[in-house]
């Protein structure tokens, strides 16, 4: 079945660095890609999301960009800061439309004060 | 609007033994999925409801049951609890219509350990 690769499995980075966590992808046919923030303890939540007929999209200080040639599709988050600090999963839908997610392994992103 | 909600928060079993999840959304979604969450696995289809009167299998379905109730409800079973069933569980919704993909939204999870 589709599989999704997401790296890298930890982040550290220094308050007001970029972060950039990337996730790859087989399926040709996948056209929706979310991102979701899980704090600890917490359920995940949706942060941004692409659809495949974008290439990049962005909210304040988070951005996707998605390369379906190259069959990638990378988080970006600028200025961080200390309550960004989460398990970050990328996903994406299989061919076929039943809804179903298929998630990534999840990167831990520490930001340091 | 109380979104998606499970119980119980936690759960303590003992191998053998069997129990019900539940989850009930009021965002009147059609699709329901059950999750399970392992540390450094992400998180793992179990079972699906693309719309009510329907399920199928996630990649993980062995050891579960699911039923969807109604639009509302849908429940995972574990028939005969083991220790490799220890784990979060998580329960979404989302609303599927022609075959557009929305926003999953997640429960706040159950914890099950099995002794």
Known sequence: GENVEQHP??????????????????????????????????????????????????????????????????????????????????????SGNTGKLIFGQGTTLQVKP | NAGVTQTPKFQVLKTGQSMTLQCAQDMNHNSMYWYRQDPGMGLRLIYYSASEGTTDKGEVPNGYNVSRLNKREFSLRLESAAPSQTSVYFCASSSLAGGITDTQYFGPGTRLTVL
Do not use: M
Not at chain 1, 32 to 49: A, N, S, V
Not at chain 1, 71 to 90: G, M, N, W
């Open chain 1, 9 to 94: 499995s930890t982040l550290s980075v220094q308050e007001g660095d970029s972060a950039v966590i990337k996730c790859t992808y087989s399926d040709s046919a996948s056209n929706y890609f979310p991102w979701y923030k899980q704090e600890l303890g917490k359920r995940p939540q949706l942060i941004i999301d692409i659809r495949s007929n974008v290439g990049e999209k962005k909210d304040q200080r988070i951005a996707v960009t998605l390369n379906k040639t190259a069959k990638h599709f990378s988080l970006h988050i600028t200025e961080t800061q200390p309550e960004d600090s989460a398990v970050y999963f990328c996903a994406l839908t299989p």
